[in-house]
Protein backbone atom coordinates (compact mmCIF):
# COMPACT_ATOMS: atom_id res chain seq x y z
CA UNK A 1 0.00 0.00 0.00
CA UNK A 2 0.98 3.42 -1.11
CA UNK A 3 1.10 5.50 1.93
CA UNK A 4 2.92 8.40 3.74
CA UNK A 5 2.29 8.10 7.31
CA UNK A 6 3.41 11.77 9.82
CA UNK A 7 3.96 11.78 13.78
CA UNK A 8 5.62 13.92 16.25
CA UNK A 9 3.36 16.98 15.91
CA UNK A 10 2.38 17.99 19.90
CA UNK A 11 1.65 21.51 21.84
CA UNK A 12 4.93 23.31 22.58
CA UNK A 13 5.24 26.53 24.03
CA UNK A 14 7.08 29.49 21.99
CA UNK A 15 10.50 29.27 21.29
CA UNK A 16 10.25 25.43 21.73
CA UNK A 17 11.30 22.45 19.21
CA UNK A 18 9.89 19.61 17.39
CA UNK A 19 10.39 16.98 15.51
CA UNK A 20 7.94 15.85 12.67
CA UNK A 21 8.50 12.43 10.94
CA UNK A 22 6.95 10.98 7.88
CA UNK A 23 7.15 7.62 7.39
CA UNK A 24 7.01 5.83 3.62
CA UNK A 25 5.70 2.53 2.44
CA UNK A 26 4.31 1.25 -1.02
CA UNK A 27 6.95 2.96 -3.42
CA UNK A 28 10.40 3.98 -4.10
CA UNK A 29 11.17 6.68 -1.24
CA UNK A 30 14.74 7.57 -2.33
CA UNK A 31 13.99 7.97 -5.97
CA UNK A 32 11.85 11.42 -5.45
CA UNK A 33 11.92 14.63 -4.16
CA UNK A 34 9.38 14.68 -0.74
CA UNK A 35 8.18 17.82 0.57
CA UNK A 36 6.71 19.57 3.97
CA UNK A 37 3.28 21.53 3.57
CA UNK A 38 1.11 23.29 6.31
CA UNK A 39 -2.13 24.20 6.82
CA UNK A 40 -2.81 26.78 9.32
CA UNK A 41 -6.65 27.23 10.80
CA UNK A 42 -8.63 29.14 7.69
CA UNK A 43 -6.07 29.55 5.30
CA UNK A 44 -4.66 27.70 2.32
CA UNK A 45 -2.09 25.03 2.48
CA UNK A 46 1.16 26.27 2.56
CA UNK A 47 5.28 24.76 1.02
CA UNK A 48 7.27 25.07 4.10
CA UNK A 49 10.24 23.05 2.50
CA UNK A 50 11.11 20.66 -0.20
CA UNK A 51 14.16 17.91 -0.23
CA UNK A 52 15.53 16.72 -3.12
CA UNK A 53 15.66 12.33 -3.73
CA UNK A 54 19.37 12.05 -2.11
CA UNK A 55 19.14 14.81 0.03
CA UNK A 56 21.75 17.15 -0.53
CA UNK A 57 19.75 20.40 -2.22
CA UNK A 58 16.98 21.59 -0.09
CA UNK A 59 14.05 24.58 0.08
CA UNK A 60 12.66 26.55 2.73
CA UNK A 61 9.73 29.39 2.53
CA UNK A 62 11.38 32.78 3.98
CA UNK A 63 9.12 32.46 7.21
CA UNK A 64 11.08 29.13 8.51
CA UNK A 65 14.60 30.15 7.27
CA UNK A 66 16.88 29.28 10.22
CA UNK A 67 14.46 27.82 12.38
CA UNK A 68 13.94 24.78 10.60
CA UNK A 69 15.52 22.16 8.72
CA UNK A 70 14.31 19.26 6.59
CA UNK A 71 16.23 16.39 5.84
CA UNK A 72 15.64 12.23 5.42
CA UNK A 73 16.77 8.76 5.61
CA UNK A 74 16.48 7.05 2.42
CA UNK A 75 17.31 3.62 4.77
CA UNK A 76 14.82 4.58 6.71
CA UNK A 77 12.37 5.86 3.89
CA UNK A 78 11.63 8.30 6.64
CA UNK A 79 11.66 12.37 6.17
CA UNK A 80 12.11 14.38 9.19
CA UNK A 81 11.10 17.96 9.69
CA UNK A 82 13.08 19.70 12.64
CA UNK A 83 11.71 22.67 13.94
CA UNK A 84 13.37 25.00 16.67
CA UNK A 85 12.28 28.66 17.88
CA UNK A 86 8.50 27.85 17.34
CA UNK A 87 6.11 30.57 16.70
CA UNK A 88 2.30 30.74 17.52
CA UNK A 89 2.22 31.67 13.89
CA UNK A 90 3.58 27.96 13.15
CA UNK A 91 0.33 26.65 14.61
CA UNK A 92 -1.02 24.25 11.74
CA UNK A 93 -1.50 21.03 10.95
CA UNK A 94 1.68 19.65 9.30
CA UNK A 95 1.64 17.42 5.94
CA UNK A 96 4.45 15.21 4.02
CA UNK A 97 4.22 15.23 0.31
CA UNK A 98 6.26 12.90 -2.01
CA UNK A 99 6.65 14.01 -6.11
CA UNK A 100 6.23 9.95 -6.61
CA UNK A 101 2.66 10.83 -7.29
CA UNK A 102 0.38 13.90 -7.41
CA UNK A 103 -1.46 12.62 -4.92
CA UNK A 104 0.21 11.23 -2.05
CA UNK A 105 -0.28 12.80 0.96
CA UNK A 106 0.19 12.30 4.10
CA UNK A 107 -3.18 12.47 6.71
CA UNK A 108 -1.15 15.28 8.90
CA UNK A 109 -0.19 15.87 12.15
CA UNK A 110 -1.13 18.78 14.40
CA UNK A 111 1.35 21.63 16.02
CA UNK A 112 0.12 23.87 18.71
CA UNK A 113 2.13 27.11 19.48
CA UNK A 114 1.16 28.48 22.55
CA UNK A 115 1.91 29.88 25.26
Known amino acids: QVQLVESGGGAVQPGGSLRLSCLASGFPFSMHSMAWFRQAPGKERALVAT????????YYTDSVKGRFTISRDNAKDTMYLQMNDLKPEDTAVYFC????????WGRGTQVTVSS
Open 51 to 58: INSVGKLT
Open 97 to 104: KSYYRNDL
